[in-house]
């Protein structure tokens, strides 16, 4: 029987009011009346307001990497996730001594601060499929949990990612720090705010990604870009179901181990942006774009064998219900949103 409740743990969430930190926050909350999280965010890419209002809450804004936010970690933590990101390829090849900042060297803070700590029980770190998946425009394969990665990165946030993982098994096997490895696909769902935190150099800040692009531009009846002709695939995972991804990698990873938190199969771009648009029923067409110089990633999804079978983890939710559930909330919140995206008016004209 595999564990799912906190019970009356003690959690720490390093990035925890972004996309997927803000969603994990209040799941934790909300399915563990007795639990209390702490979220260490210095709103980077993320808007405060993406957090709920609870008492069981407490929010420290400031990056991982300061000493002041450190020396407020103490050896009475159950389980720390680190979901901190500079956000993303775009912003990281615009900027790559950000994206050591907040990236690799806030996972190599953090776990050098925790690692002689003995109440805690799991760390789970946030990698990213990309960073090991086979670049490839054949037909996709599955991608499991090997242990060894192409040298070659298209972006200093993929190398980032890969070197998080690097220190996860280095601390695990000199410090018996209990880390565990959650290997992500392409997250999509409510929560992903357009144009969230800080303007990071490049149009990206606004669109992040293809999926709540997608939807806006889907809403709002203007063309959709598909990217390398929309050719390239992706496996889409529902946001709930990471979060519950990682969740059982908190509760029933094997430290030192890597999962993949996946849907377990792709969808080709352009198939993705016409189930939005007809979801939607949207007047948006697409327009087919050429590759974009950097990205080589081609097709792929990831295995999710190992997963299911070690800590019981396991996709719920279709790509329909869960675009059905995005274009809902992001109907819903279009004003808060489209004010998001207008703190960066002065560095891009948004059409509307
Ligand atoms: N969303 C995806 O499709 C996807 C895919 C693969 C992996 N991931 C990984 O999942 C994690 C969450 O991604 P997301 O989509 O929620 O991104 P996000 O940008 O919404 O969240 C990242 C959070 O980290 C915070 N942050 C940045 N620098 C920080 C610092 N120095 N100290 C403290 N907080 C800091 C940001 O303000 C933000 O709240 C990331 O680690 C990302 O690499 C996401």
């Not at 994206?99 to 996972?107: I, Q």
Request: with cysteine; glycine share 6%.
């Amino acid at each position: 029987m595999k564990e799912t409740k906190f019970n009356k743990a003690k959690v720490v969430i390093v990035g925890g009011a972004g996309f997927v930190g803000s969603n994990l926050t209040k799941m934790i909350l909300n399915n563990n009346p007795e639990a209390s999280v702490v979220v260490i965010d210095n709103l980077m890419s993320a808007e405060k307001e993406n957090l709920p209002v609870n008492e069981r809450l407490t929010f420290l804004q400031g990056s991982i990497t300061e000493d002041r936010i450190l020396e407020q970690l103490k050896d009475d933590i159950d389980y720390i996730f680190h979901i901190a990101t500079y956000h993303g390829n775009q912003s990281s090849i615009h900027d790559p001594l950000a994206d050591h900042a907040n990236n690799t060297y806030t996972t190599l803070r953090l776990m050098d601060w925790v690692k002689n700590f003995k109440n805690l029980k799991k760390l789970v770190y946030s990698s990213a499929g990309c960073s090991v998946a086979e670049k490839t425009f054949d037909e996709a394969k599955a991608t499991t949990e090997q242990e060894f990665t192409n040298i070659k990165h298209d972006s200093p946030y993929s190398i980032s990612k890969i070197i998080g993982e690097f220190y996860s098994v280095y601390y695990y096997n000199q410090h018996k720090l209990p880390t565990v490895r959650a290997r992500f696909q392409n997250v999509y769902g409510p929560g992903e705010v357009l144009g969230a935190g800080q303007w990071r150099g490049t149009a990206a800040t606004i669109w992040r990604n293809v999926t709540p692009t997608f939807v806006y531009k889907a809403i709002k009846g203007i063309d959709l870009p598909l990217e390398n002709e929309g050719v390239a695939s992706r496996d889409f995972i529902f946001v709930d179901d990471i979060c519950r991804g990682l969740i059982a990698c908190a509760l029933n990873g094997t430290p030192g181990d890597v999962y993949n938190i996946a849907s377990g199969k792709d969808i080709t771009i352009a198939e993705w942006a016409n189930l939005i648009v007809e979801i939607a029923g949207s007047t948006s067409t697409v327009e087919l774009l050429p590759k974009r110089a950097w990205d080589n990633s081609g097709k792929r999804y990831g295995s999710t064998e190992k997963s299911e079978k070690e800590i019981g983890f396991k996709a719920e939710v279709d790509y329909r219900t869960g675009l059905e559930k995005t274009i809902k909330w992001t109907k819903e919140n279009l004003a808060r949103i489209e004010s998001t995206m207008k703190k960066h008016e002065q560095h891009v004209k948004i059409e509307a």
